[in-house]
């Protein structure tokens, strides 16, 4: 049942040191319909304690510990399940609302179009302080665009140009599919591509949001136990042949091997046993046709850089 505008999601674990002040950056926001959703992925810190005390002052948390623990997406799923409100936006418990009219400022887009599917701010890069680090924008200025063009953009440059789910707020009807299980790092991204093909993307060029870096979040883990590798496989599997995707088919082909050729480098730096780099290029492809390509790849790999180089200064 729907009984707010907005469900504010906290699905967090081990994030005592930060939750407080996250928890303040929502309670703090001059728009007021909303419920705030924490679910506990079982953590083994003071979790529990700390978000005990803003339950007994605001009625709009709501609180609950999973029996085990569940992981990273699955909570994701289970907030979802649990949230609302007609809006859903995520606030990892390390992360913060930077400005107290992001609630309002998201929503109002959304509530003015309904053909927008994404609002998405500039935002935050800050440190276990909570010091400003720098501000990141991958998109030159404010307004709407097809949702599927912003698929394109990230697609051709490898990147998740939108951002964490801490920056963005969509409508959950749209998001009722749930995020990919099998997608461990850019599960993210993924769900933003699906809600991108059922509308348009609006963006804000201020940082409403801030993304908190610190060697215990979920993003360093998986990087350090590659269990995000792949990731860009599923990614390419699942949108790379959809009609709306601008990309030629030779730029396909070299997006694919660029992914394979990922692999090996973490091989080549060490980082990746010869045997593990082997066994993912074989299911994702054929070593034989990896090693046939690769010195036209390392010919082509430099010109295409020159080329964006130069068409973004034209």
Request: net charge neutral; with cysteine; glycine share 4%.
């Amino acid at each position: 049942m729907v009984n707010c505008k907005v469900s504010v999601c906290i699905p967090t674990y081990n994030y005592a040191a930060f939750l407080a002040e996250t928890i303040e950056s929502i309670l703090s926001q001059h728009f007021a319909d909303f419920e705030l959703l924490i679910i506990d992925d079982n953590s083994t810190d003071d979790t529990r304690s700390i978000v005990e005390r803003y339950t007994r002052k605001d009625p709009r948390i709501r609180f609950s510990v999973n029996p085990w623990n569940l992981g990273m997406v699955e909570n994701w799923n289970l907030c979802l399940a649990q949230a609302r409100g007609e809006y859903i936006k995520f606030v990892f418990g390390d992360d913060l609302l930077a400005s107290p009219d992001t609630l309002g400022r998201m929503a109002a887009l959304l509530d003015a179009d309904s053909s927008v599917s994404l609002v998405c701010s500039a935002r935050n890069f800050i440190d276990e302080r909570s010091h400003v680090l720098k501000v990141e924008s991958h998109f030159e200025k404010a307004g709407i665009m097809a949702g599927t063009d912003v698929i394109n953009s990230c697609l051709t440059k490898k990147k998740n140009l939108i951002g964490e789910p801490s920056v963005v707020m969509f409508r959950k009807i749209q998001a009722a599919r749930g995020f990919r299980v099998n997608y461990r790092q850019i599960v993210d991204l993924e769900m933003w591509f699906h809600l991108l093909e059922l509308g348009s993307f609006a963006y804000i060029d201020e940082p409403l949001c801030s993304f908190r870096i610190h060697d215990r979040q979920q993003t360093a883990k998986n990087k350090e136990n590659m269990s995000d590798l792949n990731d860009f496989f599923y990614m390419m599997d699942d949108y790379l042949d959809k009609e709306y995707i601008a990309l030629s088919g030779f730029m396909k082909m070299y997006v694919r091997y660029d992914n394979l050729y990922g692999i090996w480098k973490l091989y080549k730096r060490k980082k990746l046993s010869r045997e593990a780099a082997l066994e993912l290029i074989n299911t994702h492809g054929s070593f034989v046709s990896f090693r046939f390509w690769y010195p036209f790849y390392k010919l082509f790999k430099p010109c295409l850089k020159l080329y964006r180089k130069f068409s973004q200064l034209w």
